[in-house]
Each structure stands twice: as structure tokens, then as C-alpha cells.
């Protein structure tokens, strides 16, 4: 190989590194951050309103599922009138 193209792959080996790096620093930060969401989120589900709205939730989720269930039938039986 010539004496360029090792150069070129170690000045891009040594960016990648660079790249990871920069990463890794960045980890325990994020880590940290998604503990404290984790909490949050803990905190809102062990909420009072949180579990008296449970049911509306659970509601809601069969509701839009019904909903996008009858939304596909409609137009899969659109689709086939409509079929020459």
C-alpha cells in the first residue's frame, strides 16, 4: 500500500477514534439524565391521578384501536369496489 493511503487510514482511524471518544465522555451524563426521567416517569405513574385516570387511558387505547381497525376494513372494502 503506499505510503498516502496508510496515512489517509490512520488520520481516519484516528478521527473515528476522536468520534468515540467524545462519545464515552458523553455517556455518564446521559446515563444520569435518563435516571432522572426515570424517576419522573415513577413519580407520575405512582401519581394519585395517575391511577384514578387508568381507566380512561385503557378506554381510550381500545377506543382508537376499534377506530384504526374500522378505518382499515373501510377502506380495504373501498379499495375492492372501487376494483375494475
Not at 481516519?12 to 432522572?36: F, H, K, N, T, Y
Not at 407520575?44 to 387505547?61: D, K, N, Y
Amino acid at each position: 500500500m503506499p505510503p498516502d493511503g496508510h496515512c489517509a487510514l490512520a488520520d481516519e482511524l484516528a478521527a473515528e477514534r476522536a468520534r468515540l471518544e467524545d462519545i464515552a465522555a458523553d455517556l455518564p451524563g446521559l446515563e444520569r439524565e435518563l435516571d432522572e426521567l426515570r424517576q419522573r416517569v415513577a413519580a407520575i405513574e405512582g401519581s394519585p391521578w395517575w391511577q384514578v385516570t387508568a381507566p380512561l387511558r385503557f378506554a381510550r387505547r381500545i377506543f382508537h384501536g376499534r377506530r384504526a381497525l374500522a378505518v382499515r376494513l373501510g377502506r380495504a372494502v373501498r379499495n375492492r369496489l372501487l376494483q375494475p
